[in-house]
């Protein structure tokens, strides 16, 4: 497979670029997405979600009013679950929501994702990415551009993008830092989800490698 290269500033030049097929030509695999999607939100669970039960709640030590005489239902606490401010009948209590999925179907997962996006033709590769000061404004004007020539003539969700970073650029990541819908990660910490979430996947060339060192040869 392969894609349309572009310049820095979102220019689309005449070269192309071969993708690795063992990245970006596996079939899709709605299961596997889908099983992925709920252990990668389940692992993301705090589980600290806590309600006290009528044992837990303060007072109530003494009944409400005698048993006969009152007219009124018989009561033996205020601390009761059919009392304002009493327990909380089978509430929430903190718990481990974490799944476990092996790391081959995870990278599996992640290669599906990237495989989707390229069939789609919804990836960018840049010639090359750097910045000599920190300009917001450019980073703007690239993103602008690639959404221009890339995204225009497809019904998207939110037109949401994702940078994808060979290695840590402090001058890039400030650059990008301030614009909507605009994300910014490193290559080696790219997972399905972030892709998945995402409606444009920009990366300059060397991410490419970087994936593979990262993923494939592992």
């Known amino acids: 497979m392969e894609l349309a290269l572009f310049d820095q500033k979102g220019k689309k030049l005449e070269e192309k670029?071969?993708?690795?097929?063992?990245?970006?030509?596996?079939?899709?695999?709605k299961t596997l997405i889908a099983q992925y999607v709920r252990?990668?939100?389940?692992?993301n669970r705090q589980g600290n979600a806590s309600s006290k039960m009528r044992g837990e709640v303060s007072g109530g030590g003494i009944k409400p009013w005698k048993q006969k005489g009152t007219g009124r239902a018989?009561?033996?606490?205020?601390?009761?679950?059919?009392?304002?401010?009493?327990?909380?009948?089978?509430?929430?209590?903190?718990?481990?929501?974490?799944?476990k999925m092996p790391v081959t179907m995870k990278r599996k997962a992640l290669f599906t994702a990237l495989s989707m996006l390229?069939?789609?033709?919804?990836?960018?590769?840049?010639?090359?990415?750097?910045?000599?000061?920190?300009?917001?404004?450019?980073?703007?004007e690239l993103n602008a551009s690639l959404k221009k020539t890339i995204l225009d003539?497809?019904?998207?969700?939110n037109?949401?993008?994702?940078l994808v970073l060979p290695e840590m650029d402090k001058k890039l990541i400030s650059s990008a830092r301030n614009i909507d819908n605009l994300?910014?990660?490193?290559?080696?910490d790219l997972n399905a989800y972030?892709?998945?979430?995402?409606?444009?996947?920009?990366?300059?060339?060397?991410?490419?490698?970087?994936?593979?060192?990262?993923?494939?040869t592992k």
């Open 194 to 216: 972030m892709l998945l979430s995402s409606d444009l996947l920009i990366m300059p060339k060397e991410s490419l490698k970087v994936i593979e060192e990262t993923f494939l």
């Open 118 to 140: 390229a069939k789609e033709s919804l990836i960018a590769i840049l010639d090359t990415l750097k910045m000599a000061e920190f300009k917001t404004k450019k980073m703007a």
């Open 183 to 188: 994300e910014v990660v490193q290559a080696r």
């Open 74 to 99: 018989r009561q033996g606490s205020i601390r009761s679950p059919l009392w304002v401010g009493g327990g909380v009948v089978h509430g929430p209590k903190p718990r481990d929501y974490s799944l």
């Open 17 to 29: 670029v071969t993708l690795n097929p063992s990245i970006f030509e596996l079939p899709e695999n």
């Open 153 to 157: 003539n497809k019904k998207l969700l």
């Open 39 to 43: 252990v990668f939100l389940a692992n």
């Open 159 to 162: 037109k949401k993008t994702l």
